[in-house]
């Protein structure tokens, strides 16, 4: 004997190709002109010495021939 359900399934909607996304909420990236000067002066610095010792520690590093390989 089969019982009857009375739920009914509703699939998830899936999310179209084009959907618009949304708009900005809580706790995302404000855009790079959003921010004050001095914050921007600060990353900026902050980000070069980051990319500066970074180069700098691989250049220092020993090389072996079996790196090549």
């Keep these: 004997m089969q019982r009857r359900s009375d739920r ?3 699939p998830a909607r899936q999310p179209g190709l084009f959907d618009t996304p949304p708009g900005p909420t809580a706790g995302t990236m404000p855009s790079w002109e959003a921010l004050p ?3 921007r002066r600060t990353l900026t610095g902050l980000v070069t010495r980051l ?3 970074h180069v700098n520690a691989r250049v220092s590093e020993p090389r072996s021939n079996a790196d090549e390989l």
């Design 8 to 10: 009914t399934w509703i």
């Design 51 to 53: 990319l500066v010792e």
């Design 37 to 39: 000067q001095q914050t």
